[in-house]
T-cell receptor, first 115, second 109 residues
Framework: TAGITQAPTSQILAAGRSMTLRCTQD?????MYWYRQDLGLGLRLIHY???????GKGEVPDGYSVSRANTDDFPLTLASAVPSQTSVYFC??????????????FGDGTRLSIL | GQNIDQPTEMTATEGAIVQINCTYQ??????LFWYQQHAGEAPTFLSY????GLEEKGRFSSFLSRSKGYSYLLLKELQMKDSASYLC??????????FGAGTTVTVRA
């Protein structure tokens, strides 16, 4: 089934450790996104990529980095995790060919706890 | 920047109608999306409005007034499975979305 795959599903991580959240899509979408979702705050954009080889900062980029080496993969890295990065992380993609009216498709999320 | 407001919670009875309002103040506007998110799951796309007026899709309808910075999602003939969070999101045209905090709808028997 076509869609977005995120891994791992959940993770408990010690503060100060590094972690890469993986995201792969098979819909050949040009645009990909990383969000974090916290209770009462909704989805907040961390980083995005409009096409392979380019990335941009979203609303809350500090402490996170991304790369987009190819169309399908968009990993998110926490270089040195802190407890405030405890959250649910969603990866999404959209077909950016058009006027921006293409819906984003979301993965099932990664639940990350930093202790 | 974007400022998007929607109520935190709403409760309604099975078979009834519920209207979820969303107001926005944005630096640019190129459309408004509604997503549904069941607890512990990913958001899923419901509707998109870019022109003023009502878009109907089965039991769900979405309305937009660009001059008022206002939208609503109307859920008719409520079913228990409609219990979920409903997310309002605005795009300024460069493929990025700004989301409201979401409205949790609880449907009671």
């Amino acid at each position: 089934t076509a869609g977005i795959t995120q891994a791992p599903t959940s993770q408990i991580l010690a503060a100060g450790r590094s972690m890469t959240l993986r995201c792969t899509q098979d819909m050949r979408h040009n645009a990909m996104y990383w969000y974090r979702q916290d209770l009462g705050l909704g989805l907040r954009l961390i980083h995005y990529s409009n096409t392979a080889g380019t990335t941009g900062k979203g609303e809350v980029p500090d402490g996170y980095s991304v790369s987009r080496a190819n169309t399908d993969d968009f990993p998110l890295t926490l270089a040195s995790a802190v407890p405030s990065q405890t959250s649910v992380y969603f990866c999404a993609s959209s077909d950016s060919q058009g006027s921006g009216n293409q819906p984003q498709h979301f993965g099932d999320g990664t639940r990350l706890s930093i202790l | 920047g974007q400022n998007i407001d929607q109520p935190t919670e709403m409760t309604a009875t099975e078979g009834a109608i519920v209207q979820i309002n969303c107001t926005y103040q944005t630096s640019g506007f190129n459309g408004l999306f509604w997503y549904q998110q069941h607890a512990g799951e990913a958001p899923t796309f419901l509707s998109y409005n870019v022109l003023d007026g009502l878009e109907e899709k089965g039991r769900f309808s979405s309305f937009l007034s660009r001059s008022k910075g206002y939208s609503y999602l109307l859920l008719k003939e409520l079913q228990m499975k409609d219990s979920a969070s409903y997310l309002c999101a605005v795009t300024d045209g460069d493929y990025k979305l700004s989301f409201g905090a979401g409205t949790t709808v609880t449907v009671r028997a």
